[in-house]
């Protein structure tokens, strides 16, 4: 079983702050994928890494996955109310994604 | 934008009885999946499909469960005789690629919400 931690679990910013999720695995993946699911709703994909070092950017959110590609990191700049929400993390291998717990972000306007 | 959908949003059926749940996949993928996510805890993998057959199961995916694509559409998730621990969020999820492939990105559908009496 490869396991995908999630920290924090919980996450209360005000609006304008600065915000880092991390994700860590001891297992190696052949892509990292982060999700932001809404209550009720299916996990909505955000981006996949691939390389190890891979840094991509999707407007304030910059996703990194590690050298070794086991870990990775999204930091929100500037967060928004609109960033609230689940973000989920999934490591890809076979025919499979295994999913992180989740990370539950709160932006207080 | 093309997208999984799934049907019905919600079913409610009683222990014991046969459930067939419904997706229709991006029409491009190759590659099916059923993850399920029972109430606040984490999205578990069930099953891959490719190729009219099982690519891998998990130890959750028991002989009560059946996958099967029965026109060149929809992809089904069947529970033969459903148990209270089967009431869950029943995702399906579809890529481009699968395994061997760099990139294996899975969308997700809204799923479905399965409530078992």
């Known amino acids: 079983t490869q396991l995908l931690e999630q920290s924090p679990q919980f996450l209360s910013i005000q609006e304008g702050e600065n915000l880092t999720v991390y994700c860590n695995s001891s297992?190696?993946?052949?892509?990292l994928q982060w999700y932001r699911q809404e209550p009720g709703e299916g996990p909505v994909l955000l981006v996949t890494?691939?390389?190890?070092?891979e840094v991509k950017k999707l407007k304030r959110l910059t996703f990194q996955f590690g050298d070794a590609r086991k870990d990775s990191s999204l930091h929100i700049t500037a967060a928004q109310p609109g960033d609230t929400g689940l973000y989920l993390c999934?490591?890809?291998?076979?025919?499979?994604?295994?999913f992180g717990a989740g990370t539950t972000v709160t932006v207080r306007a | 934008e093309p997208e999984v959908t799934q049907t019905p949003s919600h079913q409610v059926t009683q222990m014991g009885q046969e459930v067939i749940l419904r997706c229709v996949p991006i029409?491009?993928?190759?590659?099916f999946y059923w993850y399920r996510q029972i109430l606040g805890q984490k999205v578990e993998f069930l099953v891959s499909?490719?190729?009219?057959?099982?690519?891998?199961k998990s130890e959750i995916f028991d002989d009560q469960f059946s996958v099967e694509r029965p026109d060149g559409s929809n992809f089904t998730l069947k529970i033969r005789s459903t148990k209270l621990e089967d009431s869950a969020m029943y995702f399906c999820?579809?890529?481009?690629?699968?395994?061997?492939?760099?990139?294996?990105?899975?969308?997700f559908g809204p799923g479905t919400r399965l409530t078992v009496l």
């Open positions: 890494v691939v390389t190890g070092g």
């Open positions: 029409s491009n993928h190759l590659y």
């Open positions: 499909f490719y190729n009219n057959e099982i690519s891998e």
């Open positions: 297992s190696v993946f052949s892509s």
């Open positions: 999934a490591g890809a291998s076979d025919y499979k994604l295994s």
């Open positions: 999820a579809s890529s481009e690629a699968g395994r061997g492939y760099t990139y294996n990105e899975q969308f």
